[in-house]
T-cell receptor, first 114, second 112 residues
């Protein structure tokens, strides 16, 4: 079955450490997205990529970095510059520019600073 | 800038009631509007997608409507069940950027 796989499901980060969250899709979607979800708040866009080797900052990109070397993969690195990284991270993908295509989401990674 | 609002923020109802959840957005330049369900600690499950040219979509006990000109959508849940308890999110896909802009959700509890 096609879908989006996020790993790991739970991740613990020490102060000053960089960590990378994995997102892989086999839906042949062009566009991929990273969202952050905090309790009581909606989803906020971190980064998105509409094509391989290109990506754009979202609303809260500071302290994060991404790469898009393959169509299927869009890893997110949470750097030590991100001062409050504890949150639930969701990856999504979609077909570009098509009204009849929505977003498909992964099951999420919960990141906790210890 | 596109803004999406959901009302109410929380709702608690007895089993069997028919429910209406509301979503409003400020910019009508959208490809589509999507309703999602989120269970605690889980990812998002797509419930219904309404293209900008459509007025409504139905799936089982769920019916979603879209009035693009007034910037409103409603999700109607018929004969609610305890298993419907979850947070419901609406989101619009913005033309040109393909960004999905979310509302803050409605947390629904259906008690037996």
């Amino acid at each position: 079955d096609g879908g989006i796989t996020q790993s790991p499901k739970y991740l613990f980060r020490k102060e000053g450490q960089n960590v990378t969250l994995s997102c892989e899709q086999n839906l042949n979607h062009d566009a991929m997205y990273w969202y952050r979800q905090d309790p009581g708040q909606g989803l906020r866009l971190i980064y998105y990529s509409q094509i391989v080797n290109d990506f754009q900052k979202g609303d809260i990109a500071e302290g994060y970095s991404v790469s898009r070397e393959k169509k299927e993969s869009f890893p997110l690195t949470v750097t030590s510059a991100q001062k409050n990284p504890t949150a639930f991270y969701l990856c999504a993908s979609s077909v570009q520019g098509r009204a009849n295509y929505g977003y498909t989401f992964g099951s999420g990674t919960r990141l906790t600073v210890v | 800038k596109q803004e999406v609002t959901q009302i109410p923020a929380a709702l608690s109802v007895p089993e069997g009631e028919n429910l209406v959840l509301n979503c409003s957005f400020t910019d009508s330049a959208i490809y589509n509007l999507q309703w999602f369900r989120q269970d605690p600690g889980k990812g998002l499950t797509s419930l219904l997608l309404i293209q900008s040219s459509q007025r409504e979509q139905t799936s089982g006990r769920l019916n979603a409507s879209l009035d693009k000109s007034s910037g409103r959508s409603t999700l109607y849940i018929a004969a609610s069940q305890p298993g419907d308890s979850a947070t419901y999110l609406c989101a619009v896909k913005v033309i040109d950027t393909d960004k999905l802009i979310f509302g803050t959700g409605t947390r629904l509890q259906v008690f037996p």
